[in-house]
């Protein structure tokens, strides 16, 4: 099962399938269709019924029960990279039998004084980068993942599985492809985004989610006859991020904390913008952060004038632990699971969203798994085989009837 993985794993990667930011359509790249059309073809090669691919690019297939279970569990792994780093030409670096020193690759090195988990890695066959592109183990690890539980399911036809429900989705890492997705048709009683990192983790606490883009409309006059005149949008907008709790950006934050992000920042004297995500694990919580940049926008404008500052609060996501909470089913056939392969859960609140919070509310109940990649978005990305594999295991597990 290890080998096919890594043979899953491998093509995968060097697919690109990097989403691209402020499109308005579904997929905002047309190349996720080049996997999306790959995994339709190791679909149908596997025997999986029912194996489609919609004009929004998600791919679905169905493996029945073989015991007329009338249980059906969904596994969901997104296509697409993340749009901020190259995920063109990736070549995949195989170490086989880590022996602990550092991973020396184009321009950087992966040093276990930088990343101390590598130490716990020891002996293990890691998938890197060559140190110019992001891997794509997020989230073609849990793709690869996914189609080794089916492998394992379609080799051992006398082992007993519920129905079994497959998606592959694009457009996870800009959000919002998701809602395009036909949870009714998906026709699953709960689902699992295999998205996650450690092989034993089930994440089904996340952010509460929203994000804010401001404007600041200057007025450009000529320094030499500026003085009363000249409102300097660059340095308004600077004076709005002061407005905004310095103990609540991200590199001062960790488990429950929320954060107010900036993540691009542009301008000139007359206009200059800005975009910031801002996340909270309480929803209360959240409400008050976005009545900081409400209240630091109407300062802004009664110290330099109406409209100096304008700004555009969006909600994203929300938590989906309280939905959860009121049908457990799916966090207890996950635990189970991972208890009876003898590994220890790990349910740490996630720091981010994935389309498992979308989905469980749109009435998918989705907690969010594990599938053994590491450093995620960037070129440090690496993935565990043998971690992956332990994925695998518990896909495996989760889809047993019992």
Excluded at 124 to 147: E, F, H, R, S, Y
Excluded at 214 to 220: E, H, K
């Amino acid at each position: 099962m290890r080998e096919k993985i890594l043979d899953y794993f491998l093509k995968y990667v060097k697919i690109d399938t990097m989403s691209m930011e402020d499109m308005d359509t579904i997929p905002s790249t047309k190349k996720q269709f080049d996997l999306a059309k790959i995994l339709v073809n190791d679909l149908n090669e596997l025997g999986i019924k029912d194996v489609k691919l919609t004009d929004n690019c998600f791919v679905t297939g169905i493996l029945p029960s073989n015991c007329n279970s009338k249980l059906h569990i969904g596994f969901l792994a997104h296509m697409d990279t993340i749009p901020g780093f190259s995920g063109t030409n990736v070549k995949p670096n195989i170490v086989k039998n880590y022996d602990g020193s550092i991973i020396k690759l184009k321009g950087i090195e992966l040093n276990p004084n930088q990343f101390p988990f590598m130490n716990n890695l020891t002996g293990k066959t890691l998938i890197t980068t060559d140190g110019t592109t992001v891997l794509g183990a997020d989230d073609k690890a849990g793709i690869a993942d996914i189609m080794g539980m089916l492998v394992y399911y379609k080799n051992n036809p006398d082992i007993k599985h519920v129905n079994i429900h497959v998606a592959f989705t694009p457009d996870e890492e800009i959000g919002g492809g998701i809602k395009a997705f036909d949870v009714k048709g998906f026709g699953c009683d709960y689902a699992y985004t295999v998205d996650g990192g450690l092989y034993n983790e089930i994440n089904y606490e996340n952010f509460n989610a929203a994000s804010c883009k401001v404007t600041i409309n200057g007025l450009d006059i000529h320094p030499g006859s500026a003085k009363g005149q000249m409102k300097n949008a660059s340095l308004i907008l600077m004076e709005f991020n002061s407005l905004l709790p310095i103990n609540e950006r991200p590199e001062y934050t960790d488990g429950y904390d929320g954060f107010n992000h900036l993540c691009s920042i542009s301008g000139e004297v007359g206009n200059a913008s800005a975009y910031y995500i801002i996340r909270n694990h309480s929803i209360d919580i959240l409400n008050r952060q976005k009545n900081d940049f409400i209240n630091a926008c109407d300062f802004i404008n009664k110290k330099y004038g109406d409209n100096t500052c304008q700004i555009e609060l969006k909600d994203a996501y929300l938590n989906m632990k309280t939905l959860i909470d009121k049908d457990p089913r799916c966090i207890d056939r996950a635990l189970n699971a991972i208890k009876k392969l003898g590994f220890i859960p790990n349910t740490s609140p996630i720091r981010g969203g994935t389309d498992g919070a979308v989905l469980t509310q749109m009435g998918l109940n989705t907690p969010n798994l594990g599938t053994g990649g590491y450093n995620c978005h960037g070129p440090y990305e690496f993935a565990c085989l043998e971690e992956m594999e332990n994925v695998c295991k518990i896909l495996i597990e989760i889809a047993k009837e019992s």
